[in-house]
């Protein structure tokens, strides 16, 4: 079913259909109409006042009926279970919609939840060694254990490793695609695809029959990194295409994380030149968690508190599952006690004494608790005996 949207669907993805206008003209005619129904329904003399719109792309809007193609590509949606979501759309990913030349339709298979704001980007070679396997294997399954959704490009390699990793972990992961969803590529990986999207998404703005080429995966790549808070590169030459995707994420605003290898591996030294030129050296999944800036908005997330000391040995009846709001990454890298006395802690300021009250856990555990906090910089102390969540700054 396609998502809900503002304006007409069909209109998005009908000037999506239209050969020769790739992202960067497509924002340009929004830019100048307003909408893709005002871009359709534009004059000759009015689309060639935008820079790049030429006679050979007004004859290909005009001899086509991409209207009539648009309807035609959403039933085709419908009969295979896909989804449709416009630049409008009240669930096209927040961070996405922020970097230059955003996608104007996603065709998803699965679902994007507002959770995934919460995301990570792996990326790294398709011809991997066994060291980049067992990172990607490392940093993936990590990530997804701590309640990130891992994001790749489902190619072979360490984007197929971290999607798999991710998988058994019992995460969430979303696969980008140069290609339409009805053209997969690499074709072998079909069925992973399937797999994924029962835990996760997997998307691409070409419409669905569109093949893979060489100049859709720079655009795929702007994806995977706009789609997250910080991108992995594991192993990269120092020609791999993965290197675009770091330069996207520098361009972005997004955090970049290097993974070091051996010395002598041509696989890695395409890492090692990133670290060299001050991108951040990440040992494991604490030191990406701690390095994540803030959230756009809060994420609700779920939360099973640990038993309560003031239970008898003899009760086990399980915790009641609560809702926890995340307003930093690094608030994943909590223990269970540490994320208990975090979630007590509101935006206005609360004596310590009433935290201790409610926590049901001795005083002195309480305030080595608060002081970890505090250096974590989650929690603000006050004059009065009284601590705040600490106000975060996108």
Known sequence: MPGESSGPIDAFVALNLVKGIGPRLQTSLLERFGSPEAVLRASDAQLSSVPGIGKKIIDTMRLDDHRDMARRELADCESNDLSVI???????????????????????RGRIEPRDQLSVAIVGSRNCTLYGRRMAEQFAGGLARAGITVISGLARGIDAVAHRAALQAGGRTIAVCASGLLKMYPPEHTNFALEIAQQGAVISESPLLRSASR??????????SGMCLGVI??????TSGTLHTARHAMEQGREIFAVPGPLDSRESEGCHQLIRDGVQLVRGVDDVLEELGPLMQPVQMQYTPPTSRKQTSGESAPQPTQTVEVQVPRQLNLSDQQT?????????PMLVDTIIEQSGIEASR?????TILQMKKLVE??????????????
């Open 381 to 394: 102390r006050l004059p009065g005996n009284q601590v705040v969540r600490s106000r975060f700054v996108s």
């Open 366 to 370: 309480v305030l080595s608790t608060l």
């Open 86 to 108: 416009t630049h409008d759309c009240q669930d096209y990913p927040p961070l996405l919609r922020q970097i230059p030349d955003p996608p104007l339709v996603l065709y998803c």
């Open 215 to 224: 100049g859709l995966f720079p655009q795929r790549n702007r994806i995977v």
């Open 340 to 348: 208990q006395i975090l979630n007590l802690i509101t935006n206005s």
């Open 233 to 238: 590169v594991i192993e990269a030459s120092r």
